[in-house]
């Protein structure tokens, strides 16, 4: 089992910054991928970033390529600091981990899940 908690989510206008964290724990949870799903209201989920387990290989959607970055910090948790945020950005964002690599967890269902941080950009 591994347990996630997002932490981070907020509101900004519109070019602000925000810095979403997520902290993993449970039974090898430092060998997963951790990746960053969004879900706006009315919409389905959308893949936005993910990390692998030795921070050593990264993928993006093309929307936030740019402006978003995930990385892992000293504590291990894996960040995303979001740039430039658009309104267009605002949503659910969701923490998630499995083992597979940052260019197939946006096409599966990751095994495990936070239970997700509002971001709201203002225009």
């Known amino acids: 089992q591994v347990q996630l908690v997002e932490s981070g989510g907020g509101l900004v206008q519109a070019g602000g910054s925000l810095r979403l964290s997520c902290a993993a724990s449970g039974r090898a949870s430092s060998l997963y991928t951790i990746a960053w799903f969004r879900q706006a209201p009315g919409k389905g989920r959308e893949f936005v970033a993910a990390?692998?387990?030795?921070?050593?290989?990264r993928n993006y959607t093309d929307s936030v390529k740019g402006r978003f970055t995930i990385s892992r910090d000293n504590s291990g948790n894996t960040d995303l600091q979001m740039n430039t945020l658009k309104p267009e950005d605002t949503a659910v964002y969701f923490c998630?981990?499995?083992?597979?690599?940052?260019?197939?967890?946006?096409?599966?269902?990751?095994?495990?899940w936070g239970q997700g941080t509002q971001v709201t950009v203002s225009s």
């Open positions: 990390l692998n387990w030795n921070g050593r290989d």
């Open positions: 998630a981990a499995d083992r597979t690599t940052v260019h197939a967890i946006g096409f599966t269902e990751p095994e495990y």
